[in-house]
């Protein structure tokens, strides 16, 4: 029996992209392939960050951040994570995969997004997602 004082720390998931609440009452549920994500960018606090852009990955049917120059799926945008997801335990594990849940349709502060989205991932949204 172990009886170790143990030190567990939490993030804050901050929404402050979310346009409003419209949308947040049906996100879809959404394998992430961590390898996909740069952790400089994406996690580098352990997390991946609530408002990344995301593509389907054709190949896999997991998602990874929205790259208008990949080739594999992700150069399409399909919606943006709703929940930040722990990747890296405490002992500095990387998952390979986590689940999460993904904004298909919603409005957006397109100022406050974690990474910036262009002009053709807005456009693969058009008619689910309105920027302001």
């Known amino acids: 029996m ?15 992209w979310l346009g409003s609440a419209h ?9 992430l ?3 996909t ?3 400089a960018t994406h996690y580098p606090d352990g997390y991946i ?3 990344i852009p995301l593509g389907k990955i054709t190949a896999s049917g997991k998602y990874g951040p929205y790259d208008d120059t990949k080739t594999d799926g992700r150069q399409t945008c399909v919606g943006f994570l ?6 890296v335990s ?3 594990v990387v998952s390979t995969s986590v689940v999460g849940s993904m904004l298909v349709h919603c409005f957006i502060k397109e100022a406050k997004l974690p990474v910036p ?6 456009a693969d949204l058009a008619g689910r997602v309105i920027f302001v």
Request: proline letters at 4%; a negative charge; glycine letters at 8%.
């Open 2 to 16: 172990d009886l170790s004082l143990k030190t567990e720390s939490f993030t804050q998931d901050r929404r402050d």
């Open 82 to 87: 709703f929940t930040a997801q722990d990747v």
């Open 90 to 92: 405490p002992r500095g």
């Open 117 to 122: 989205i262009d002009a053709n991932g807005k």
């Open 37 to 39: 994500f740069t952790q």
């Open 49 to 51: 960050k609530s408002g």
């Open 33 to 35: 392939d961590v390898s």
């Open 23 to 31: 949308g947040t009452d049906a996100p879809v549920s959404a394998t």
